[in-house]
T-cell receptor, first 111, second 115 residues
Framework: AQSVTQPDIHITVSEGASLELRCNYS??????LFWYVQSPGQGLQLLLK??????LVQGIKGFEAEFKRSQSSFNLRKPSVHWSDAAEYFCAVQGAQKLVFGQGTRLTINP | DTGVSQDPRHKITKRGQNVTFRCDPISEHNRLYWYRQTLGQGPEFLTYFQNEAQLEKSRLLSDRFSAERPKGSFSTLEIQRTEQGDSAMYLC????WGVGANVLTFGAGSRLTVL
């Protein structure tokens, strides 16, 4: 069965610093991979997705992610974070008919 | 396109009561999903519909839970005889299956608190 591991439960970075959130997946076939963001009390908003082709995908709000098949990873990056990026971030893999999510990484931004 | 709507946004109930949540998907979407999210966890799959047919149910969906999508449009999720362990955020999502990739659009969620 497919699964997603986000090793970092909580990350704190300073505003303007770079960011990398880790995601490792387990899936037998070529995965469809997603990153969603959730602000407090809100639903999930799609940041970006990978289906095939270029392994570096661009998303909204200046985020990007790189698919590395050899490492079963799909890490999310941003060169310079803003205070408004503070939120919960979820990596997900599409298995048979449904999304399977990781536990999430809570991002705190220091001013 | 008004997105995915969920109602109510918050529900506080006493243990043993029944509650019902409603989800209105994006109108042209043929799939509708229900997920449950507890504090500090990622969303967990509960069930999904393609049009009006319920195609899969998770083991998390005990017999106290029932979901319907009677006309292939809106859906309801009912929890009977609520327990404190049912306290969670219930998320609905919809997608257009069969046209390219299956990208889920989520609603804002319905938060349930069982006292």
């Amino acid at each position: 069965a497919q699964s997603v591991t986000q090793p970092d439960i909580h990350i704190t970075v300073s505003e303007g610093a770079s960011l990398e959130l880790r995601c490792n997946y387990s899936y037998g076939a070529t995965p469809y991979l997603f990153w969603y963001v959730q602000s407090p009390g809100q639903g999930l908003q799609l940041l970006l997705k990978y289906f095939s082709g270029d392994t570096l995908v661009q998303g909204i709000k200046g985020f990007e992610a790189e698919f590395k098949r050899s490492q079963s990873s799909f890490n999310l990056r941003k060169p310079s974070v803003h205070w408004s990026d503070a939120a919960e971030y979820f990596c997900a893999v599409q298995g048979a008919q449904k999304l399977v999510f990781g536990q999430g990484t809570r991002l705190t931004i220091n001013p | 396109d008004t997105g995915v709507s969920q109602d109510p946004r918050h529900k506080i109930t006493k243990r043993g009561q029944n509650v019902t949540f409603r989800c209105d998907p994006i109108s042209e979407h043929n799939r509708l999903y229900w997920y449950r999210q507890t504090l500090g966890q990622g969303p967990e799959f509960l069930t999904y519909f393609q049009n009006e047919a319920q195609l899969e149910k998770s083991r998390l969906l005990s017999d106290r839970f029932s979901a319907e999508r009677p006309k292939g449009s809106f859906s309801t999720l009912e929890i009977q005889r609520t327990e404190q362990g049912d306290s969670a955020m219930y998320l609905c999502a919809s997608s257009l299956w069969g046209v390219g990739a299956n990208v889920l659009t989520f609603g804002a969620g319905s938060r349930l608190t069982v006292l």
